[in-house]
């Protein structure tokens, strides 16, 4: 297979900084490629892999959608890259990107703007993937795309619902520090936490589950419309921010358009089940909240936010998650995915994990400095993390620089 690309359409640049880019279709032997700069173009397609296809959550059209007209940075533009077949014409995959300025030169990113927590191409099927056919797709995909210094793209799980994902199998990537964990759930849903979960964790949600309803009863409540929404996750913002606070933790709620897309999506999810929203009910009062991503038969677990301060000696997040684990099973859902973060609980529930690989790669010199500077961050961090005396200290410089600002 030879590497050659063929670029079909050319890109202008234009005065005042503006650059134009129509529709571009580039070619090796095994793939074509073509460039998309709105949703509104690819809609069928995107629905059509999102139906019948290979993807996750995350990608849903209804969250793109949200990012590109809430979250986009001004200096950025949308870049959705179509890529078929060479021999059939038929399209293979979507790769949604976005290109944006930093620091006085381009860089391509995953189209997330931080909500989205895996970075994988939408695929027509579960045909799999190759390292040879993965490489010939992103060369495809690159001799697409309109110039930049360099691509930068995070959160890159290695598999899609079982599908080795084209982007992790590319030479390029690195294992990053970030890991993902979460729980195949089958069987009966009475007995899934005994079955699938430590038995520590067990022991533990059958006890303070048994004092949460000796307090005044508890009950698992869902968001089933808009005003239910705003209540519960108004709850959830307020909690959530509240606690982070406390801790002099940074978290991206306290910026008012990623609270509203949050807000926007629960209520936008009401229609098709796609994000669910659910409360404890301890009383009157809610003790935790948790917001879910759904699709393909894994529940994502984004956001969850809890009041330690109503039932003493109780943890509501994990009363939360063991009830709402159970509920899973009880839809027919084979996976409870426990989102990216080391959170000690995640272990303690039994759930596995698995590292995140990234691509930082530079094209011109401004983009291998810049990549050059991430990498040196990416290692201090990993040593920082390595020693936990080291990270407890690093942790408390911050969390008092946050009180200060605060």
């Known amino acids: 297979m030879t590497g050659h690309a063929v670029q079909i359409a050319a890109m202008t640049?234009?005065?005042?900084?503006?650059?134009?880019?129509?529709?571009?279709?580039?070619?090796?032997?095994?793939?074509?490629?073509?460039?998309?700069?709105?949703?509104?173009?690819?809609?069928?397609?995107?629905?059509?892999?999102?139906?019948?296809?290979?993807?996750?959550?995350?990608q849903n059209y209804a969250w793109a959608e949200?990012?590109?007209?809430?979250?986009?940075?001004?200096?950025?533009?949308?870049?959705?890259?179509?890529?078929?077949?060479?021999?059939t014409g038929e399209p293979r995959m979507l790769v949604p990107l976005m290109r944006r300025r930093a620091f006085h030169h381009w860089v391509v990113e995953w189209l997330s703007c931080g909500v989205c927590d895996y970075s994988a191409p939408l695929l027509a099927d579960a045909s799999p993937w190759t390292r040879q056919s993965a490489q010939a797709a992103w060369a495809?995909?690159?001799?697409?795309?309109?110039?930049?210094?360099?691509?930068?793209?995070?959160?890159?799980?290695?598999?899609?619902?079982g599908v080795a994902n084209p982007l992790a199998l590319l030479s390029?990537?690195?294992?990053?520090?970030?890991?993902?964990?979460?729980?195949?759930?089958?069987?009966?849903?009475?007995?899934?936490?005994?079955?699938?979960?430590?038995?520590?964790?067990?022991k533990e949600f059958g006890k303070d589950w048994r004092r949460l309803e000796r307090v005044g009863g508890v009950e698992l409540v869902e968001a089933g419309a808009p005003a239910e929404v705003d209540r519960i996750f108004g709850e959830l913002v307020r909690m959530r921010l509240d606690r982070f606070r406390e801790l002099g933790r940074f978290d991206l709620l306290t910026q008012e358009n990623i609270v509203e897309f949050y807000r926007n999506a629960?209520?936008?999810?009401?229609?098709?089940?796609?994000?669910?929203?659910?409360?404890?009910?301890?009383?009157?009062?809610?003790?935790?909240?948790?917001?879910?991503?759904?699709?393909?038969?894994?529940?994502?677990?984004?956001?969850?936010?809890?009041?330690?301060?109503?039932?003493?000696?109780?943890?509501?997040g994990l009363a939360i998650m063991g009830r709402l684990i159970g509920w899973a099973?009880?839809?027919?859902?084979?996976?409870?995915?426990?989102?990216?973060?080391?959170?000690?609980?995640?272990?303690?529930?039994?759930?596995?994990g698995s590292v995140l690989v990234e691509l930082c790669h530079g094209y011109t010199m401004r983009g291998s400095v810049a990549s050059t500077?991430?990498?040196?961050?990416?290692?201090?961090?990993?040593?920082?993390?390595?020693?936990?005396?080291?990270?407890?200290?690093?942790k408390g410089t911050m969390r008092g620089f946050r009180r200060l600002r605060g």
């Open 13 to 58: 640049d234009l005065p005042g900084g503006q650059v134009s880019h129509p529709t571009s279709i580039a070619a090796n032997d095994a793939y074509t490629a073509k460039l998309h700069t709105s949703l509104e173009a690819v809609r069928p397609l995107w629905l059509r892999f999102q139906e019948s296809g290979v993807c996750t959550g995350h």
């Open 66 to 87: 949200g990012i590109a007209t809430r979250l986009l940075p001004e200096s950025a533009e949308l870049l959705i890259v179509e890529v078929g077949d060479a021999t």
């Open 140 to 161: 495809a995909v690159r001799s697409a795309l309109p110039p930049a210094d360099r691509v930068h793209i995070v959160g890159i799980p290695r598999q899609i619902q």
């Open 172 to 202: 390029a990537t690195r294992d990053s520090i970030q890991t993902t964990f979460g729980l195949a759930i089958d069987g009966d849903p009475e007995t899934v936490l005994k079955r699938l979960c430590r038995p520590s964790f067990v």
């Open 266 to 316: 629960a209520i936008q999810g009401l229609l098709d089940g796609s994000v669910q929203l659910f409360g404890l009910l301890v009383g009157e009062a809610l003790i935790a909240v948790q917001y879910l991503l759904v699709h393909q038969g894994t529940v994502h677990a984004l956001l969850i936010a809890m009041d330690q301060g109503v039932v003493p000696n109780v943890s509501p």
């Open 329 to 352: 099973r009880e839809r027919g859902f084979g996976y409870f995915d426990l989102s990216v973060g080391n959170q000690s609980y995640k272990e303690h529930m039994g759930a596995k």
């Open 373 to 394: 500077a991430i990498e040196f961050r990416r290692r201090a961090e990993a040593f920082v993390r390595s020693s936990p005396r080291l990270l407890n200290a690093v």
